[in-house]
């Protein structure tokens, strides 16, 4: 009896998450099913699912009329850049918050994170002016350090997180055996969070991959990175459902296999640390 | 061994120096991304031809993002830009602010033969700041088969009285045809673009002539509850929601009788290929009450060259070959005449090729009955038509928007949609300083 109810809890569950599964998802599907019809047949109503004539057009005007690779090299600087040198900072920031812990240490982290609730608006004008003032407008240097900065908080947080899992005596015993801090953070801390800091990455490529607030307003024409690609796509007058969507897909492509290929480590590390 | 090496050197100075000479100022034009534009992208090879030592990068966006850019691009002096893709209602204001570099052309260029209209409103102070790639008013775009089927004929020039009965009788919710599509999206540009035109054939204006909100007026009133009426009875479901794409699909689905917008829209339409009704549309001017004034608007997307650019000559080069009678010449030769950028050149209508285009005398004539100088039957002391060329517009024009279409999706009713605009307008205009 017990057994029999177990298992229909499973397939109770089972059909839930298949359900919320395909409904985050749908989103993604429409945009690449309507990447394949003609302009016509994406604004139809009754809206057509599979049944269209299936057409490779909107992918053709597209890569005639965009610099597709250079956008995806934009992209890819940006977001494996700024969160490469995001954990450059933010892997002694979160050791020193998670084992030498001072009296204000959770009123900085507190304070960092207060710093992702303001609207990235509010700082526009400051920061255009600054990056202007310093000739880096239209720049993959300004986007890597922006990027570096407006996630680093989530890093710091992150990695913290999975650093407070660690036994604090692992880290006693290396340094009793004579390593020094150097030593004691690239050989015995970094290789256990190594799935932690896995997940760090992956989740800040992606954040940094699909940020679009300062990608398009700092860039032009030589840094602008896929977000921008997709937005030149957009059009007020005349319909562009189906050569926007094809734009979309070709853009999310790159990270969505990224993400399916690495999504043991991705779950992995968002849950680590999560049931104690 | 050392001539060797000397002449090796002189070679590779030689190569450096001739590259150096043979390298092309490079020129960013920013763009929205509309079929015109996307073609010019196309045609770049004239254009490289004449110019061979300019090169051209394109940064297109959509338009709220463009404009949200090269303003923050000009008022910064940020240089990102050469060229830039503006509206009529930035034209005066950044021209006024010393923003753009007056355009000057050769005689070749023909200042002259630019439409009347379009040109007055791109200049300030007698300069011209902007050189107008295309030029659209808006106009009645009317189902002739559902109109002979209600038993009507469209006028060419008709009244609103005759646009509601039309609307009654063409609209037939059970096979999903309604009268009359319009916009409703919250939005300057949207469906405030749309009432503020009909405002002035209703005799409405957004300002005495001393800047005083006059959303109070029964003139507004009577506007409001006119728009409200034909929507909630002859429009489409969710109509607050659409916007021109919105609308085009549906006309173009054959599900409206009516489509009041841009006359831009009059290619899409009749293209077969996109609609399925390309062969039943029929044109007229925008409506009036007889009061003097159409319920048309008159917009231009024009090339402007920052006037913090140090490209200036290049982007004037650019600006004279992309809004050049010879330019247009050039589309119809590759895309035929329907596909040439309307409503900037007089000798374009005077063309008897571009004659035989169905829209084209209809454009013209919506053109020339919108005057951005004096837009309403009252005095005001503004220029534009469908917007109010002052900086404070783009705000209060969108919360005002965002008025008219909770009235439309029924949230509100007009008059509270009226006060709540009066109070926010004099709010944001005490604030300005006016």
């Known amino acids: ?57 909107n992918y053709e005007t597209v890569q005639e009329r965009s610099n597709y690779s250079r956008h995806f090299w934009n992209s890819v600087v940006i977001s494996v850049g700024s969160t ?62 922006i990027m570096m900065l407006v996630n680093l908080p989530i890093i710091i947080w992150m990695l913290y997180t999975y650093f407070k899992e660690i036994p604090g005596d692992i880290l006693e015993a290396a340094r009793m055996d004579g390593a020094s801090l150097k030593n004691e953070i690239i050989y015995v801390l970094t290789p256990m969070a190594v799935p932690g800091i896995a997940s760090t990455m992956l989740l800040n490529v992606i954040l940094a991959w699909n940020e679009a607030f300062w990608t398009l307003n700092l860039t032009a024409a030589k840094a602008a990175p896929l977000t921008a690609f997709i937005a030149s796509y957009s059009s007020p007058e005349g319909l562009f459902y189906a050569k926007l969507s094809a734009a979309s897909t070709m853009a999310i492509a790159p990270i969505l296999i990224m993400g399916w290929f690495s999504q043991k480590q991705l779950v992995r590390g968002l849950t680590f640390g999560a049931v104690k | 061994m050392k001539t060797i090496k000397k002449n090796l050197l ?47 990068e394109w940064v297109t966006l959509e338009e709220s993002v463009l404009r949200e850019k090269v303003t923050t691009d000009i008022a910064t002096k940020g240089g990102q830009y050469d060229v ?106 949207e469906n405030l673009a749309f009432i503020t035109a009909t405002a002035n054939s209703f005799g409405a204006r957004w300002f005495d002539e001393n800047w005083n909100p006059q959303f109070d007026s029964a003139e507004w009133s009577d506007t409001l509850n006119f728009y409200l009426n034909l929507l909630n009875r002859y429009g489409p479901p969710g109509a607050s929601s659409n916007g021109f794409n919105e609308n085009l699909a549906l006309f173009q689905q054959g599900k409206c009788g009516m489509w009041i917008d841009a006359t831009v829209a009059a290619s899409f339409v009749t293209n077969p290929k996109d609609s399925t009704v390309a062969d039943k549309v029929g044109f007229a001017l925008a409506p009036d009450n007889g009061l003097g004034k159409r319920g048309n608007w008159l917009w231009a997307w024009s090339l402007a060259i920052p006037a913090g650019t140090e490209k200036a000559d290049a982007a004037k080069s650019f600006v004279q070959w992309a809004t050049s009678k010879e330019y247009l010449e050039l589309v119809a030769s ?88 009066q109070a926010l307008t004099e709010r944001a205009m005490d604030k300005a300083g006016y």
């Open chain 1, 1 to 57: 009896m017990a057994r029999q109810q177990t298992i229909s809890n499973k397939l109770v569950w089972t059909v839930l998450a298949w359900i919320l599964g395909a409904t985050i998802f749908f989103p993604i599907l429409w945009t690449v099913l309507t990447s394949f019809k003609t302009e016509a047949q994406a604004i139809s109503i009754p809206p057509v699912m599979f049944d269209f004539d299936w057409t490779f057009e």
């Open chain 1, 84 to 145: 490469l040198l995001g954990l450059l900072i933010a892997v002694p920031a979160a050791w020193a918050m998670a084992f030498v812990p001072g009296k204000r240490t959770k009123d900085v982290l507190m304070w960092m994170l207060s710093t992702k609730m303001m609207p990235a608006v509010g700082v526009m004008i400051p920061i255009y002016l600054m990056v202007q003032s310093a000739g880096l407008l239209d720049s993959k240097t300004a986007l890597v350090i």
């Open chain 2, 10 to 56: 002189a070679t590779a100075l030689l190569s450096a120096t001739m590259a150096t000479a043979a390298s092309a100022e490079t020129i960013t034009v920013a763009t929205v991304n509309n079929g015109d534009m996307i073609r010019m992208q196309g045609l770049m090879a004239d254009f490289n031809a004449k110019h061979p030592g300019i090169d051209v």
């Open chain 2, 84 to 189: 830039m893709t503006i509206g009529t209602y930035e034209v005066p204001i950044w021209g006024n602010n010393g923003w753009l570099v007056p355009l000057e052309f050769d005689v070749s260029y023909d200042v002259d033969d630019l439409l009347p209209a379009i040109r007055g409103g791109l200049t300030v102070n007698d300069n011209l700041y902007a050189a107008p790639f295309y030029g659209e008013s808006s106009m009645v775009m009317f189902r002739e088969d559902l109109m002979a089927k209600a038993g009507l004929e469209m006028p060419k020039a008709p009244s609103w009285n005759f646009i509601m009965k039309a609307a009654k009788e063409m609209t037939d919710k059970d096979e999903g045809i309604y009268g009359a599509c319009i916009r409703g999206k919250a939005h300057w540009g």
């Open chain 2, 334 to 421: 590759k895309e035929g005449w329907a596909n040439v950028p309307p409503g900037t050149r007089t000798s374009l209508y005077a063309n008897p090729e571009y004659q035989k285009v169905p829209f084209a005398q209809m454009t013209l004539d919506s053109i020339n009955a919108a005057d951005p100088q004096n837009p309403t039957v009252d005095p005001v002391p503004y220029v534009g038509v469908q917007f109010v060329a002052i900086p404070e517009f783009q705000a209060i024009g969108t919360a005002v928007a965002q008025e008219f279409s909770a009235a439309l999706a029924g949230d509100k009713t007009a008059e509270e949609a009226l006060a709540a605009a």
